[in-house]
Each structure stands twice: as structure tokens, then as C-alpha cells.
């Protein structure tokens, strides 16, 4: 399935480390989001875009930083993480942002914070 | 609180029986409630949906039921089978965004 795609699939950084987690939609969607799953917790969002414009920041720390350069690829750019951060990383798209429109999830990057 | 309730958080069936789940919600003008299933290790995706013109939809064995005046929707499994087994999320609108629910863990026992 090629739908959405996440790179990379499990990531161990330091706290001290920069990394990025890169997410690419081959489905001609407009929104794209990022999203948090730690275990027992509901799913987290973190960000949405919409043609490649930010429309929701959901309070995340700054030490997460999106970026959207076209409606097909969305990057998390993390540093300074903390071990609490440790979770699956899940990237969706849906034809446009809402929540009328069905999402396709990504297969997940999953962190570890040491 | 949250913004979508979901239970069981787990639920155990015998291969045949019928399993339930439920969501609760908050937004009154919801009008997009779909259900997702994680597989071990793997994305979430999409089984079935329903919009709020609709007070029931069936898809083989799965089928979801929605009472908009009480806010809340179920998810029906008949017949179950091992290969449900999986995390069951449902979601709802809340003021723009889609917020899911905590997740139901099903176990079907051969």
C-alpha cells in the first residue's frame, strides 16, 4: 500500500539530537496532519495543513516544528525532545481539512526518546 | 474531559458472538462519525462510516447505529471472527477538527 508514506519506520534519538520525520501522499489530497499515539491515550493531533497552510496548531511544544512545502510532503523537524515524547507518529491525509472527509493514515514512524 | 468517549477500552468475545462498542461525543453539530481499525503493528484505516442523515449503515458484518439526540454511535461486529481482532477507534467532529476516541482492544477467541 503506497497510499500515504512515512520515513523513517523507527527512529532512536537523544535529547540533545535534531531529526525529521518526512510523510509523502500519492493520493492528490489537499490537507495533510500530524499525529501522536501513545499507548492508552486517545490520538493525539498535533498540526493540520491545508494547501500547504497551517490551520491548526493543537498546542504543541516548539520543540516540534512542521513544514509543508507542497500539498504532498510534510516533515516534522524535532529537537530537543524529552523520553515523554516517545510515541507513534502517525501523518494523514484527506482530500481537504475538516471533519467531513476521511483521512488515510500513514504507517507511523515510531520514536524513542533516550 | 474528553471530547470523545469510547468503550470497552477492551473487550473479549468467542469466535461467533456478536461485539459492541460505543463513542460518545460532545459537538451537537457533529454530522461525520467514521470508525477505524488498527491492526497490530499496522495504520489506522477507515471500515465504515456514517453521517448524521442517517441513523444506521451495514457493510456485511459490521454495521453502526446513530442516536444524534443522545450523541452517541456504536459500532456493531456479527459474527466475529480472529481477524478482527484489533484496536477499534471511532472519531467525531468537535468544532472543526476530528477527535478519536481512546481506542477498544478486541480479542476474538478462536
Known amino acids: 500500500e503506497t497510499g500515504v508514506t512515512q520515513t523513517p519506520r523507527h527512529l532512536v534519538m537523544g535529547m540533545t539530537n535534531k531529526k525529521s520525520l518526512k510523510c509523502e501522499q500519492h493520493l492528490g489530497h489537499n490537507a495533510m496532519y500530524w499525529y501522536k499515539q501513545s499507548a492508552k491515550k486517545p490520538l493525539e493531533l498535533m498540526f493540520v495543513y491545508n494547501f500547504k497552510e497551517q490551520t491548526e496548531n493543537n498546542s504543541v511544544p516548539s520543540r516540534f516544528s512542521p513544514e509543508c512545502p507542497n500539498s504532498s510532503h510534510l516533515f516534522l523537524h524535532l529537537h530537543t525532545l524529552q523520553p515523554e515524547d516517545s510515541a507513534l507518529y502517525l501523518c494523514?491525509?484527506?482530500?481537504?481539512?475538516?471533519?467531513?472527509?476521511?483521512?488515510?493514515f500513514g504507517p507511523g514512524t515510531r520514536l524513542t526518546v533516550t | 474531559g474528553e471530547n470523545v468517549e469510547q468503550h470497552p477500552s477492551t473487550l473479549s468475545v468467542q469466535e461467533g458472538d456478536s461485539a459492541v462498542i460505543k463513542c460518545t461525543y460532545s459537538d451537537s453539530a457533529s454530522n461525520y462519525f467514521p470508525w477505524y481499525k488498527q491492526e497490530l503493528g499496522k495504520r489506522p484505516q477507515l471500515i465504515i462510516d456514517?453521517?448524521?442523515?442517517?441513523g444506521e449503515k451495514k457493510d456485511q458484518r459490521i454495521a453502526v447505529t446513530l442516536n444524534k439526540t443522545a450523541k452517541h454511535f456504536s459500532l456493531h461486529i456479527t459474527e466475529t471472527q480472529p481477524e478482527d481482532s484489533a484496536v477499534y477507534f471511532c472519531?467525531?467532529?468537535?468544532?472543526?477538527?476530528?477527535?478519536f476516541g481512546a481506542g477498544t482492544r478486541l480479542t476474538v477467541k478462536p
Open positions: 494523514a491525509s484527506s482530500q481537504f481539512a475538516g471533519s467531513t472527509y476521511e483521512q488515510y
Open positions: 472519531a467525531a467532529p468537535h468544532f472543526g477538527d476530528m477527535r
Open positions: 456514517i453521517r448524521s442523515n442517517v
